[in-house]
């Protein structure tokens, strides 16, 4: 019997945002907030598992004999390595053989990443989970993988609209699981705003100053993230100056000097310190510590994913807060969907999931749940 996966379907067709760095104003469009029905959520969301696991109890047997291909955009990011580990172990508590997963690193180039799809196809894997390199080829991507007649689960860089808008026109098998960026941003955004102005304002111009942090502007997690976090401050009624808005590329070492500068070249004036991902905010943190400056005296820093540095870094008070990422549930919503279309239950063509505030109150709780 078919049985298709309902998990939240947060709204997918916000278009691409174009990223340039450098200060911008904030979009006049609401942010796509939580859903306020949290318990329905969560009951959905939990006979969604329950239905997963039923199809995969079913096809368990059949699963050892399948194969997996799954392409990640570049190994040494942080986050998609917390993400594609657990997408290892779980595929295989879900009966895969783990000499039938294959995953590959893209190197950050897309013309690697395209030729390890063609490999795949080649040896006529029964499934792929494509993390792309650059979003924009996906229309590519899944020309290639459905005309080989393979079931396709992009993960984390989310294809735009029109991308998406054809697998459900076409009725084909490919589907995207992430979360909405704007959330993250917006959680980044509000997490400062909970401070109050006094407590932020130390330069006393009457301002939020921020220096930004972008991640790779391919991604589009990097455009809203850097739209919404600022759009949370205006929305909470606050007055915002960016100092300087730059593009780090997800990377630790890209934030430690991006920051180092503005910091040179700011001074005091800085206030609020916004990166895109952990990572950034990671290296930002050593900037700011190389510079004398002191997170929560006087000047504050927040990040996006949880990284478990970062987590330790909120509970000490050397970061203001991060947004948890949650690779558990996209990487076992991936693996869910792929088992879906093996055994031929099926998928929508949008699952979702949602970002955690984690603040000094909570980032114990979400470091334990993590280990
Ligand atoms: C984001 C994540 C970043 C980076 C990026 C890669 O969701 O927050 O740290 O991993 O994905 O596409």
Redesign the pocket.
Known sequence: MAMKKVLSIVAASAMAASVLAGCAAAPAAAPAAAPAAEEAKEEVAEAAEEAADEVAEAANGDLAGKKVGVCI?QFS????TLFRNELESYLVAQGFDPANITIVDGKNDQGEQTNQIQNFITEGVDVLII?PVNSSSAATITDLVHDAGIPLVYI??EPDAQEEARWADNNWDVTYVGCD?RQSGTMQGEIIADLGLDAIDFNGNGKIDYIMIE??PE?I?AAYRTEYSVKALEDAGFEVNCLDDQVGM?QQEQGQSLVANSLAQYGNDVEVVFC????MALGALQAIQAAGRVVGEDIYLVG??ALTEALEDVIAGTMTGTVF?DHISQSHSAADAAINYITGAGNEHYIGCDYVKATKDNAEDILASLQ
């Open positions: 955009y990011d942080n986050f998609m993390n984390n860089r960026a991640g790779d991604n997690d997800w895109n991902n952990d990572a996006v994913d990422n």
